[in-house]
């Protein structure tokens, strides 16, 4: 039972992976087009998230131990990401940008669609390791995200400006942030849960 938990978890997770990856390289090809930090920041999300889903992976088979170590640096990635994304909205908002409302909508909602698929795929996943939650975690900001460049595409379009485009990359930021600190409390506790095992 549990050596096919681990093949169902492993399929899940190669299937998320590579879908991510897409979607890193389909943001950051829009983002490049359309001008958008934004979309640029989702690229980078979507690229920190692959990362952390070959880290589960290489985790899955491995002790509880490994796998609290595989989400802690997950949590430490997010939040170092958030940092590259609050860098790149302040140099854009220093040196200008020119944002595409249209292309941002377009790219928001075909990525919310694909992060449907992986939150509904990683949902099918019964008694979920800390990892799994982990991939969970980044599924639902990745969407939450996606929603808001639409947004902000809508705004930009209307107004003509870059600040809704400027504020959801500021905002992507603190959702990954709190997400990582999220997984970073969720690895704390099992590390607890498993200490008081022990004893």
């Known amino acids: ?27 950051f090809a829009t ?6 930090s934004a979309l640029i920041a989702n690229g980078l999300d979507n690229l920190s998230d692959s990362f952390v889903y070959a880290i589960s992976l290489f985790a899955l088979s491995r002790s509880d131990k490994w796998k609290r170590g595989a989400a802690n640096i997950s949590g430490g990635l997010l939040i170092l990401f958030a940092a590259g994304i609050l860098y790149d909205a302040w140099r854009r ?11 941002m909508i377009a790219m928001a909602l075909i990525a919310a669609a694909i992060n449907a ?5 990683l949902a099918k996943l019964k008694n979920p390791d800390v990892n799994i939650r982990a991939a969970n975690t980044f599924s639902y900001n990745d969407f939450a995200a996606n929603l808001g460049i639409v947004l902000a595409g809508g705004l930009v379009a209307w107004l003509g400006t870059n600040w809704p485009d400027l504020f959801v990359g500021v905002i992507v ?9 999220d997984i970073l409390r969720d690895a704390h506790g099992e590390h607890h849960k498993a200490v008081h095992t022990d004893k």
């Open 1 to 27: 039972m549990a050596a096919r938990q681990d093949s169902m978890e492993r399929r899940t997770l190669w299937i998320v992976l590579a879908l991510n990856i897409g979607l890193a390289v389909a943001f």
């Open 173 to 181: 930021a603190g959702i990954a942030a709190w997400g990582g600190i």
């Open 117 to 121: 698929v992986c939150v509904w795929l």
């Open 93 to 103: 908002y220093i040196g200008g940008s020119d944002p595409l409302g249209t292309i």
């Open 31 to 36: 983002g490049a087009f359309g001008d958008s």
